[in-house]
């Protein structure tokens, strides 16, 4: 779990504050529609409405629930200004909806494992392969696809796309290669069948080139409209959200349990619990721009994403600079 220093962030946000202190709207008389789905990853969200965290920065905030293809609808008709987005908001975009990632969220490890009699030892041995992962485009097949586009076979893979669970009794029965799934950020918490091995770990410290440690899951994502007409209001909701994950990794038990007790969250603690643990809540800037910019190149180069323009003009329709790089963050 990555510990952010707290003086650090308020410094950062304070500091970008003075510089956008120039716009002339109003948050008093603006509310701000920010819709949820009642996942984990929401933990943010749902903590700066439910702790005050909107109000104390001036921001108005309505929460309205709907599931992702609603955000995007809401947000296309103006009914929504924003949303915790995921993997999923890059084909959105690609089909033409104005939403802008802000800030990075929460992020996990990858992990490709295969079987030990696989002969497969290194990652250029998965040259036409199958390799399983749960979501199309989802962060560990970017990764895995990042990886493999560094050894020059990423066009060679063949890859299969189930639950976890099949994916694992696939490789149980040599079904497939191998499969890229999150791994336990505790080492002393990964488990493996018999006859399985880990292939590639992101939180491997030995591990070269460009690091996945801390990779993205989750952004704040906005209307792009909404912050173009109101860029204060916009940047006083994304600095909220930020604080409140900050405090949401400082204090997640109590974070969980209130907002279970809300009625937030379907399933008791302790599954809430395990599924958070492959968390890393890690708000922040500049690292959420680098992933983003694998995300957008890696879904683009697996014909997940089918616009003909560059990466680097695609980044301009997803990505906004919202709040300023201070510090290396």
Avoid at 42 to 47: I, K, S, V, W, Y
Avoid at 142 to 170: G, M, P
Avoid at 193 to 205: A, F, H, R, V
Avoid at 299 to 324: A, C, G, T, V, W
């Amino acid at each position: 779990m990555i510990i952010y220093n707290r003086k650090l962030v308020f410094l950062i946000l304070i500091i970008a504050l003075i510089l956008i202190g120039g716009c002339t709207d109003d948050p008093n008389n603006t509310v701000v529609k920010i819709a949820y789905q009642g996942n984990i990853e929401e933990a943010p969200l749902l903590t700066a409405y439910e702790m005050d965290f909107f109000k104390k920065e001036g921001v108005d905030i309505e929460l309205v629930k709907h599931d992702f293809d609603g955000i995007v609808a809401g947000i296309k008709n103006g009914e929504i200004q924003g949303a915790t987005v995921d993997y999923r908001v890059f084909a959105a975009v690609d089909s033409g909806a104005e939403i802008k990632i802000v800030a990075g969220l929460h992020g996990g490890c990858t992990q490709i494992i295969t079987k030990e009699s696989s002969g497969i030892d290194t990652l250029r041995d998965l040259k036409d392969k199958s390799i399983g992962v749960t979501k199309p485009g989802n962060g560990s097949m970017v990764v895995t696809s990042d990886l493999l586009k560094a050894e020059k076979i990423d066009q060679s893979v063949k890859w299969i796309v189930e639950d976890e669970e099949n994916l694992k009794k696939l490789l149980q029965r040599n079904e497939i290669d191998a499969i890229s799934i999150l791994e336990h950020p505790d080492p002393s918490k990964r488990a493996l069948n018999s006859g399985e091995k880990i292939l590639y770990s992101s939180s491997n410290k030995e591990n070269n080139g460009k690091s996945y440690k801390h990779f993205y899951e989750s952004f704040i994502g906005l209307d792009d409209k909404f912050i173009k007409n109101n860029r204060k209001i916009a940047f006083k909701t994304s600095i909220a959200w930020l604080k409140a994950a900050v405090w949401v990794d400082e204090n997640q038990h109590e974070a969980y349990r209130t907002l279970i007790e809300k009625g937030y969250f379907k399933g008791d603690f302790d599954s809430i619990l395990n599924k958070a643990e492959y968390f890393m809540w890690m708000p922040g800037v500049k690292y959420a721009k680098d992933n983003v910019y694998i995300y957008v190149s890696q879904q683009r180069s697996q014909n997940l994403l089918r616009s003909d323009i560059s990466d680097k003009e695609f980044m301009k329709k997803i990505y906004e600079p919202l709040i300023p790089e201070l510090n290396g963050r």
